[in-house]
């Protein structure tokens, strides 16, 4: 069963900075897309960072502090996270897709919580 396992969350002062890694196990598929989200109570889900063949982009409010890599090869995604501000406080999503054999498959992380404090 193709599951994605998240690590490197947790409590950071403003300033700081945390690594947060994303990896697709239990598949032969290479992921043609992962991506790091982020949702706060009450709150839409948020795009943080995609990472596909074809580029990455960012979403505005981390563009210039959080730095998206990946490796396809190991079906990985890494999200360096700098400058935290306590408005980076959220539970942080691992989501990624695939071509399966039949359709393409989308998988959602079980979340990783960043606490930013003042």
């Known amino acids: 069963q193709v599951q994605l396992v998240e690590s490197g969350g947790g409590l950071v002062q403003a300033g700081g900075s945390l690594r947060l890694s994303c990896v697709a196990s239990?598949?032969?598929?290479?992921?043609?897309?992962m991506a790091w989200y982020r949702q706060v109570p009450g709150e839409e889900r948020e795009l943080v960072a995609v990472?596909?063949?074809?580029?990455?982009k960012y979403g505005d409010s981390v563009k210039g502090r959080f730095t998206i890599s990946g490796d396809n090869t190991n079906n990985t995604a890494n999200l360096q996270m700098n400058s935290l501000k306590p408005e980076d406080t959220a539970v942080y999503y691992c989501?990624?897709?695939?071509?399966?054999?039949?359709?393409?498959?989308?998988?959602w992380g079980q979340g990783t919580l960043v606490t930013v404090s003042t």
């Open positions: 989501k990624a897709g695939y071509f399966g054999e039949k359709k393409y498959v989308e998988l």
């Open positions: 239990g598949t032969t598929f290479r992921m043609s897309a």
């Open positions: 990472i596909t063949r074809g580029g990455i």
